[in-house]
């Protein structure tokens, strides 16, 4: 073949396909469609809080010198849960300080105060207290906590002669409270456990 005959087949095939094109008079095709999904998480962040990094919750704390100076700490949560169809509270369980070297002895817990206040538990005789509610405080909530061991003294008014009661009414003896004639020398400990409850 020579150069001609193949220009001259270029020009006629462009020129069929361009009439098939132009006579086209089918139905095109509808538009098509991509569904994007996504999900974002339920989350419910607590723990202690320390002043130096406020965002950040932790997941254990540890409290020196408890007796010298009462334990305090600073507990919060935030969560994007929908609180009109789930709620939840944050209930404590505090311990008294248990001799580390002879378990038989411990020092009882005098008073919790919560948000600065004194409160008892939330059954009286029982040992739980709850400091947080999402029914009050929301998405985001944070409180006080002071924990105060039993101490002669503990009010400024009682001495050792006098009957103290611990935090659930218990009489507390002279072994049971710092300054106690009869009490124990050793490490203590107090373990305070915050768990998550629905309501």
Not at 146 to 164: H, L, M, W
Request: charged residues 10%; proline residues 4%; glycine residues 10%.
């Amino acid at each position: 073949m020579n150069k001609k005959l193949i220009a001259l087949a270029l020009v006629l095939l462009l020129a069929v396909g361009g009439l098939f094109a132009a006579v086209y008079s089918g139905t095109l095709p509808g538009a098509v469609t991509a569904t994007l999904n996504a999900t974002i998480g339920d989350y419910l962040y607590h723990g202690f809080i320390d002043a130096s990094n406020p965002g950040v919750y932790s997941a254990s704390k540890t409290i020196e010198d408890a007796f010298t100076t009462n334990p305090a700490f600073q507990y919060g949560y935030t969560t994007n849960i929908d609180l009109s169809t789930y709620g939840f509270k944050f209930q404590m369980v505090v311990g008294d300080f248990i001799n580390q070297d002879d378990t038989d002895y411990a020092i009882k817990i005098a008073s919790v105060s919560v948000g600065n206040t004194v409160v008892g538990p939330d059954t009286a005789g029982t040992n739980l207290y709850t400091i947080l509610n999402s029914a009050t405080s929301g998405s985001t909530g944070q409180v006080s906590v002071v924990v105060s061991p039993a101490k002669s003294g503990n009010d400024g008014t009682e001495t050792p002669e006098t009957t103290i009661v611990d935090h659930l009414g218990s009489p507390i003896t002279q072994a049971e409270f710092v300054g106690g004639d009869d009490v124990i020398a050793g490490s203590y400990q107090s373990t305070v456990t915050i768990s998550v409850l629905a309501v």
